[in-house]
């Protein structure tokens, strides 16, 4: 069964959402960043950005309807996400998945290549971590880092292999992070909290060093 067009507007229209308050945080620097919301699990259909669209900007060309190989499902002149894959791979590998959202952030790219040589980066007993769903006391999070592979179907199997249920989220190095939920609302919770982490957890780095270079010089 193909997605009704009721239930395509309504994705669009959240798609719609999500990209335009990641927009106003400037979220897709260049054109980068993908977003998508999956319509149904079987055959696997999810709406996802089309490719190389300014993400600042809503348009009636925005969005395109792909199945379970990141095919269009209609006939259309738009081009499904380059990174349409790697969307595919999240749903595969977890049904319950609703949305994956991927940004571009300086402090989601300095944390990939700072932690790169560990393939993870991990913190602890931060309270944004429950915007994770993960509400257990001092809990740590350990979040994959995989190579910035330029061929999609390499880098999408290298995903596939670090991605887990327990945290919703991987980083590419020097490249962005993809972060997926039950839902829209739960991905772009996700997405918020990575973010928070991403920004703590390197500004904290800066200010001990600050300190640290104050106190032995004084
Ligand atoms: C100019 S960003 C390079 C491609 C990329 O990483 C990205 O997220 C956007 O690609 P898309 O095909 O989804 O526009
Ligand atoms: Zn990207």
């Known amino acids: 069964m193909t997605a009704t067009l009721e239930q395509r507007l309504d994705a669009f229209r959240r798609l719609d959402d ?24 079987d055959p696997l259909q999810f709406a996802v950005t089309a490719s190389g669209k300014d993400k600042t900007k809503l348009s009636p060309e925005d969005y395109l309807v792909v199945d379970q190989d990141s095919r269009p499902v209609d006939e259309t002149t738009l081009k499904p996400s380059a990174e349409t894959l790697i969307h595919a791979v999240v749903y595969k590998s977890f049904p319950k998945a609703g949305a994956c959202f991927h940004v571009h952030t ?11 040589g560990q393939r993870a980066f991990s913190i602890q007993g931060q309270e944004l971590i429950k915007g994770l769903g993960i509400w257990e006391e001092n809990a740590r999070i350990t979040v994959p880092i995989v190579e910035n592979f330029a061929d999609i179907p390499t880098l999408a199997t290298e995903i596939e292999k670090v991605i887990t249920p327990e945290v919703p989220g991987v980083l590419i190095r020097n490249h ?12 772009k919770r996700h997405l918020e909290a990575f973010e928070f982490l991403f920004e703590y957890h390197a500004r904290w780095l800066q200010l001990r060093q600050a300190v640290v270079s104050t106190t032995t010089t004084n």
């Open 18 to 41: 999500a990209k335009l308050t990641f927009a106003r945080r400037d979220w897709f620097p260049g054109t980068s960043g993908n977003l998508s919301i999956k319509i149904q699990n």
């Open 176 to 187: 962005g992070i993809y972060t997926w939920g039950g839902n829209d609302f739960e991905a």
């Open 106 to 116: 300086v402090w989601n790219n300095l944390i990939s290549e700072l932690y790169f």
